[in-house]
């Protein structure tokens, strides 16, 4: 049964940076997709950021282009956020699957959240 359990979230001044992360116990191997997904109150989750393969391809919302960065290291993914902005004030979720969801939203397993605040 894989478990993904995410940390790093925290509230920042806009401009900051956070970096979150995502853990997963067992049973992801390196050609899974990882994705990051946020959702704010009152609005639908969307995609952020996913990787297939261990970064063979990379995808990123227009919101997260030039300042999110998707990464890997073994069972961990990494979700680095620059120059942070009031709006991308969410609860962040990691998500994997075997299949290349990319940012679609039916990932097979979803961590609990890690809540980022910007003020």
């Known amino acids: 049964h894989v478990q993904l359990v995410e940390s790093g979230g925290g509230s920042v001044q806009a401009g900051g940076s956070l970096r979150l992360s995502c853990q997963a116990s067992?049973?992801?191997?390196?050609?899974?997709?990882w994705g990051w997904f946020r959702q704010a109150p009152g609005k639908e989750r969307e995609g952020v950021a996913a990787?297939?393969?261990?970064?063979?391809s990379t995808y990123y919302a227009d919101s997260a282009k030039g300042r999110f960065t998707i990464s890997q290291d073994e069972n961990t993914v990494f979700l680095l956020l620059n120059f942070l902005k009031p709006e991308d004030t969410a609860m962040y979720y990691c998500?994997?699957?075997?299949?290349?969801?990319?940012?679609?939203?039916?990932?097979?397993?979803w961590g609990r959240g890690t809540q980022v605040t910007v003020s």
């Open positions: 998500a994997a699957d075997k299949y290349n969801l990319k940012l679609a939203r039916y990932y097979n397993y």
């Open positions: 067992q049973g992801i191997t390196r050609t899974y997709c």
């Open positions: 990787m297939h393969s261990g970064g063979v």
